[in-house]
């Protein structure tokens, strides 16, 4: 296949090139400036020039392609306006690929996030959140995953809260980024709530084969550590960087305090039932040993 990949520089983005690649498919990759065609060139992908705002790009590409890998996202998460920014970005670009696919049964795959369940650990039945900062995005991927009806082989692959490499990534890659700042390891709440995660080279195979061979309309679960606590994972950057560990206000973490404070395990068992994807890498706990200080 020739697969048309967004973000394809990012952690899970670069990943999913490599895995693309090294199992024989073609990769063209959305790159918004030199520095990324040169690393996605580098990496054994064509480059299409543009960003994600300009959806002509965004269609041509998806147009000359088998299917389309959807990942970019913006990473400037410091204000409520910068984040929903980059969810409307998100939105628009999502509802332009999928236009672009529809009655040609070729496949989409886009991230999601896993969704989260008061009292028990969420499964790939349960619907995306809607609501809070983040809702616009379960909204985007829910429109996109209805033009299953309309000749799409749309898929969602639901990411873990921290999706890993090298020790960096995800949201134990945003509290590493707070303690080197604040020169304390904080957590949110009593530490005690838990964060699935998976090591990008992992969640990239899952990628590949939900585009290879997931049913239109079906959602899944890239979730190797079912949860993690977040005292656990604030431990080990602490004592990587060498700072004290503590707990701290929320607030701390912007527009993400409220969902880094929540617990929310989830399950991964029927994706490897369904696609028998097995994941292989290092957790998150053994992963964040590479942190340097
Ligand atoms: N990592 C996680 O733990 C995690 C967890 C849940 C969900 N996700 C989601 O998974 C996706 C990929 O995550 P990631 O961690 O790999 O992200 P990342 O490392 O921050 O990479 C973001 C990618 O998106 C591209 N990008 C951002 N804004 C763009 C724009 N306006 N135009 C074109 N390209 C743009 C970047 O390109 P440049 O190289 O040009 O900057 C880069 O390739 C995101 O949607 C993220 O929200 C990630």
């Known amino acids: 296949m020739r697969v048309f990949v967004t973000g394809g ?4 983005g670069s990943a999913v090139v490599a895995e693309l690649l090294g199992n024989g498919h073609a990769v063209l990759a959305l790159a918004r400036s030199d520095d990324s065609a040169q690393a996605v060139k580098e990496a054994g992908a064509e480059a299409l020039r543009g960003g994600l705002a300009d959806l002509d790009v965004l269609r041509a ?3 000359q392609s088998d299917g389309v890998i959807s990942l970019a996202f913006g990473r400037d998460y410091n204000s409520p306006d910068a984040l929903a920014q980059a969810v409307t970005e998100e939105s628009a670009a999502l509802a332009a690929l999928g236009e672009e696919l529809i009655g040609s049964d070729r ?24 609501d809070g900062p983040v809702g616009g995005r379960g909204r985007s ?20 809260r ?26 949110p709440g009593d530490g005690t709530q838990r964060w699935p995660a998976v090591h990008a080279l992992d969640a990239a195979v899952l990628f590949r084969l939900a585009l290879e061979s997931a049913p239109a309309g079906t959602s899944w679960h890239a979730v190797s550590d079912e949860g993690d ?6 431990t080990v950057i602490g004592r990587r960087l060498g700072l004290p560990v503590e707990a701290v206000p929320q607030e701390n973490f912007g527009p993400f305090g409220p969902i880094f404070a929540m617990d ?12 028998g994807w097995r994941p292989t890498h290092p957790g998150l706990l053994d992963d964040l040993e590479n942190i340097q200080p």
């Open 141 to 160: 991927v829910m429109a996109l995953l209805d033009l299953a009806s309309r000749g799409v082989r749309s898929t969602a692959v639901r990411m873990p």
């Open 162 to 187: 921290t999706v890993h490499n090298e020790g960096k990534g995800g949201f134990a890659g945003l509290l590493t980024d707070a303690a080197r700042r604040a020169g304390v390891s904080g957590y």
């Open 229 to 234: 606590a977040v005292r656990d994972i604030a």
């Open 61 to 63: 590409g998806a147009a």
């Open 9 to 12: 520089t990012g952690t899970i």
């Open 107 to 130: 496949p989409i795959a886009t991230v999601s996030g896993t969704p989260w369940v008061r009292g028990r650990t969420s499964t790939e039945a349960d619907p995306l959140p809607t």
């Open 264 to 275: 929310q395990p989830a399950s991964s068992a029927h994706t490897r039932d369904a696609l």
